[in-house]
């Protein structure tokens, strides 16, 4: 039987160092790659959670024109985006409240886990989850 894994999620930005900012400034995410596509003018930046955790990565995608600029901030007309588990909910809560991050649900117990829904830099919605 064939075995898969979803490596990348691309994620449309405005800027790339825009971007880096918030992910590995402010959200702590390591920087796994940032290479110049010669010919294509663009990059591929790629950005992953704290540990890696072997799920998929992100892919910073600078918006190329101006259907793709609409599209930054609402990739999925307004429903939570990424799901950003971790292994100790309150520490990554308070960390990134204390970063200036803005919380859109305060934490709450669900029967799956501890939740908070955040906005990223551009308004995308992500949970922020212990998984129970």
Same mark, same amino acid.
């Given at each position: 039987? @064939?075995?898969?894994?979803?490596?990348?999620?691309?994620?449309?930005?405005? &800027?790339? &160092?825009?971007?880096?900012?918030?992910?590995?400034?402010?959200?702590?995410? @390591?920087?796994? /790659? &940032?290479?110049?596509?010669?010919?294509?003018?663009?990059?591929?930046?790629?950005?992953?959670?704290? =540990?890696?955790?072997?799920? @998929?990565?992100?892919?910073?995608?600078?918006?190329?024109?101006?259907?793709?600029?609409?599209?930054?901030?609402?990739?999925? =007309?307004?429903?939570?985006?990424?799901?950003? /588990?971790?292994?100790?909910?309150?520490?990554?809560?308070?960390?990134?409240?204390?970063? =200036?991050?803005?919380?859109?649900?305060?934490?709450?117990?669900?029967?799956?886990?501890?939740?908070?829904?955040?906005?990223?830099?551009? =308004?995308?919605?992500? &949970?922020?989850?212990?998984? @129970?």
């Amino acid at each position: 039987m @064939a075995q898969q894994s979803l490596a990348l999620v691309s994620l449309v930005v405005r &800027d790339y &160092d825009e971007a880096l900012g918030f992910y590995v400034g402010t959200l702590g995410f @390591a920087l796994v /790659e &940032d290479r110049h596509v010669p010919g294509q003018g663009k990059r591929w930046v790629v950005v992953a959670p704290p =540990g890696g955790g072997g799920g @998929a990565r992100l892919l910073l995608a600078r918006a190329s024109d101006d259907a793709q600029a609409s599209r930054v901030g609402n990739q999925t =007309g307004g429903r939570v985006f990424l799901f950003l /588990e971790t292994d100790d909910f309150r520490r990554d809560f308070e960390r990134y409240s204390a970063r =200036g991050v803005v919380f859109v649900r305060a934490p709450r117990q669900e029967p799956y886990g501890t939740v908070a829904v955040f906005r990223d830099l551009y =308004g995308n919605l992500w &949970d922020l989850i212990q998984p @129970a």
